[in-house]
């Protein structure tokens, strides 16, 4: 290793050595004076000794720190018993840190922070006694266990394969030492041994970190699952029977002495060993029965297992790497590879024994009729799956039996199931393909509804989005609509206003003039008469920008060629339309129209040309504002056209910019309306 990965891997080598550095001195130590519960707490040290060399050798050098300070912690406490809260909270810290060891957001760095403060407190009051109460530890730490393993149990739901696999293998070794432990103290209480129950229960949690080493060997992290939930299984037939016991000895109402203490003792060990086997033991006895009168056992338990696990919440690829270790170990011994996709494309998603990934692209031809196949051999392989048959016969041999089977619903092609069988294995049998095919139907419908899930979140987040975008477009609408009416305002006050407040003062200057200089009335008349069109051409010019007078009685047609007349560029309209539309519908176009006719004369250059557009095309409206000016980046677009896009959504039309700079500019809207 090379650059600042070197010093990273030196000072985990450093944390390990330390860490068993302490457990020997500590063993040394304890030589001299034994006693049961250190000694436990020295074998969970040393396990945790064993967690640090194994994580320091994997990919997740991140918990090496964790493991060997719990390790030297463990030690430590050997020597110091007070030290056992600080341990307490580098347990919880520990489990908040899973499955990569690093600290995580903020809230779990605040929250392990807290308790490793809590835990140097109480052992610095504790610091004068030979340690803390057994029964204010146990208090403390059940409730922080049971925290812990809740927040890893939510983790591993969306955690990623890898890091699912590290806290599946955690948890199987926290459900057994917990088992363990509940087992222990039903035996104390029952039977009065172990005597010094608090040592074996301590003892007990080494389980933990032999987990967390399980987790990082490869050779033991893909049976992660399997782990928790034969540790699951295990330990619940155990509670549950010591708890039937249990309810015997409390019915005799006194605790079993001499040989009823030995046969109680008989009858747990017994019940418990009968109840941990019976499942195993059950399936090889089926299998080997089965390959004595020459059967295959597998497909159907495939098959139903399958069924049950698509109805919990298993994420998509830990499910499919299930389903292809369970068809190796039953109907495909030499292997089983899952390929997912769609449109003819299929990616090699999961493969036991692990493959390389791979890519399959089938014509449209090919994909209908895989599609439609329900199962197929070397032969059929050979015609429409020669890729395939070539990979299989290459690495198993020509005379090695292999299935595909096509993975589809309704009639869509979802993926492929091939399986492989050595040379000179038994051909698969037609029970076999029923119940493969069976199989790749509960895959599809599996991966149909990944499918539906999948397109349901993007329609969520779509319509999230057009929410946001709905707001601030409601906003814009509202700023504009009161920046209209002060507009509106201002010109009232500045034009039509001024024109009428000058028209009464010569009206009054007229009344005077009358009767001093008659002579000079008809010329004052004349001006009063410009003064009153001058008014009216106010108001109309007004009255024009709120809503046209000429839109509303002639149409989009010569509302739109009155408004290119006045461009200081030279604009031509085209509009071919069938009838006339709503108001909201031509306002809506008039005005958007308007609005880039106004860019264009501002910003396309003299002597660009302007053509403006309206046309009726499969009940669209459309528009075209084009011209043939300066051009601009559309990634600086301003207010006109986000102005444009909130009256075009508000009857449910869509705006197009195009430009470039030196290409000039093409502005386009659609409007749906009725045929």
């Known amino acids: 290793m090379t650059g600042p990965g070197r010093p990273a891997r030196r000072g985990g080598l450093v944390a390990v050595l330390c860490a068993a550095a302490a457990v020997v001195v500590a063993a040394a130590l304890l030589l001299r004076a034994p006693d049961g519960l250190r000694a436990a707490a020295l074998a969970v040290g040393a396990a945790w000794v064993v967690a640090a060399a194994v994580a320091h050798r994997s990919t997740s050098r991140a918990l090496v720190p964790w493991a060997a300070g719990l390790g030297a912690g463990h030690a430590a406490v050997t020597v110091w018993p007070a030290l056992v809260p600080l341990v307490l909270a580098g347990w919880v810290g520990f489990g908040l840190a899973l499955p990569d060891g690093r600290p995580g957001p903020a809230r ?81 209480v029952m039977l009065g041994s172990p005597a010094d129950v608090l040592a074996w229960s ?36 155990a509670v549950l029977v010591v708890a039937v ?47 004595l009168v020459g059967r295959r056992t597998g497909g159907a338990e495939e098959m139903t297992s399958f069924g049950a696990r698509m109805t ?23 292997g089983a590879e899952v390929w997912v996709g769609a449109d003819g494309v299929l990616d090699r998603t999961v493969a036991v024994p692990d493959r390389p990934p791979a890519r399959l692209e089938l014509g449209t031809d090919e994909r209908v009729v895989v599609g439609r196949a329900r199962s197929g051999g070397a032969r059929w392989m050979s015609v429409w ?78 319509l999230r989005t057009r929410n946001v975008e709905l707001q601030a477009s409601r906003a814009r609408i509202v700023t504009a ?40 009335v008809p010329a004052l008349l004349d001006q009063l008469r410009g003064d009153a069109q001058a008014a009216i051409g106010a108001v109309r010019e007004l009255a024009h920008g709120i809503y046209p007078p000429l839109l509303r009685e002639r149409g989009l047609g010569e509302a739109l060629r009155t408004a290119a007349a006045r461009s200081p560029l030279r604009c031509a309209v085209e509009v071919d339309l069938p009838g006339r539309y709503g108001q909201d519908v031509e306002s809506c176009v008039y005005f958007c129209c308007l609005e880039a006719v106004q860019n264009a004369g501002k910003h396309a250059g003299q002597g660009a040309e302007i053509l403006v557009s309206v046309t009726l095309t499969d009940s669209l409206l459309r528009f075209r504002v084009s011209d043939d000016g300066a051009g601009f980046d559309t990634g600086g677009a301003g207010a006109g056209f986000v102005n444009m896009r909130d009256r075009l959504g508000a009857v449910g039309g869509d705006l197009e910019v195009v430009s470039a700079p030196g290409a000039g500019t093409t502005v386009t809207g659609t409007i749906p309306v009725p045929s």
């Open 312 to 334: 919990r919440a298993v994420p998509m690829d830990e499910l499919l790497l299930q389903l292809a270790e369970s068809l190796r170990a039953g109907p495909a011994p030499a």
């Open 108 to 188: 779990r760095v605040a929250v392990t922070a807290a308790l490793g403060l809590v835990g140097a407190a109480w052992t610095v009051a504790q610091a004068t006694t030979a340690a803390p109460p057994a029964g204010m530890v146990v208090a403390v730490a059940v409730p922080a266990a049971g925290v812990t393993a809740v927040a890893s149990a939510l983790r591993c739901r969306h955690a990623a394969p890898a890091a699912r696999r590290v806290l599946q293998w955690v948890t199987a070794a926290a459900v057994l030492a917990g088992a363990a432990i509940a087992v222990l103290m039903a035996l104390h």
């Open 202 to 237: 301590t003892a007990a949690t080494a389980l933990v970190p032999l987990g967390l080493a399980a987790a990082l060997h490869p050779a033991s992290a893909p049976a992660a699952a399997t782990a928790l939930v034969e540790a699951i299984v295990v330990a619940g037939l």
């Open 385 to 462: 799956l020669p890729g395939l048959l070539a990979e299989h016969t290459g690495r198993h041999g020509p005379d090695a039996p292999v299935r595909a089977v096509p993975v589809a619903h309704l009639g869509a092609l979802l993926g492929l199931l091939v399986v492989h069988r050595p040379a000179g294995a038994d051909p698969f049998s037609d029970d076999e393909d029923r119940a493969l095919v069976e199989l790749a139907r509960q895959l599809g419908l599996a991966l149909h509804n990944v499918s539906l899930d999948s397109a349901l979140q993007a329609s969520l987040e779509e």
């Open 245 to 291: 016991y249990l309810v015997v000895v409390v019915g005799l109402g006194r605790v079993p002495v001499g040989a009823e203490r030995d046969v109680l003792v008989s009858g747990i060990v017994a019940a418990i060993v009968v109840a941990v086997l019976v499942l195993p033991v059950r399936a090889r006895l089926v299998a080997a029965a089965a390959a």
């Open 481 to 520: 609509a009161d920046e209209s009416r002060r507009a509106i305002e201002r010109n009232l006050h500045d034009g039509a206003q001024q024109h009428l407040v000058a028209l009464a003062v010569k009206i009054g200057l007229a009344r005077t003039v009358l009767d001093a200089d008659p002579e000079s």
